[in-house]
């Protein structure tokens, strides 16, 4: 509308590399809410690249800091988000070692 990016595509960006954070340990986690902050426009065309880090994990929860930053490397966009953690796992529970399981 003003000539930048619509915000919902750094949600997009955000909400997916949240996803992948999340998911990572081989259970399968769910978002529960996630808060957008949006510091800086973004141009059309531009490169974007989203940064996701687990702040803390617990057996059902997990909460994350994302952080989407542009072709000069300033931050576009923070988001803040928790998942819970399911008893399921990614590609069934015996296709992880036991040990691993325990520790995730």
Do not use: Q
Not at 60 to 88: H, P
């Amino acid at each position: 509308m003003h000539g930048f990016v619509h915000g919902s595509v750094l949600f997009a960006l955000a909400d997916t590399a949240f996803e992948v954070a999340c998911n990572s340990h081989g259970r399968v986690s769910v978002g529960l809410d996630v808060s957008v902050h949006y510091a800086a426009p973004v141009r059309p065309g531009e490169t974007l690249v989203a940064d996701a880090v687990e702040e803390t994990r617990s057996r059902r929860i997990g909460s994350y800091r994302v952080e989407v930053r542009g072709e000069d490397g300033l931050v576009r966009c923070t988001a803040l988000a928790v998942a819970f953690r399911t008893d399921r796992w990614h590609l069934g529970e015996d296709e992880w070692p036991p040990e691993w399981r325990n520790a995730h």
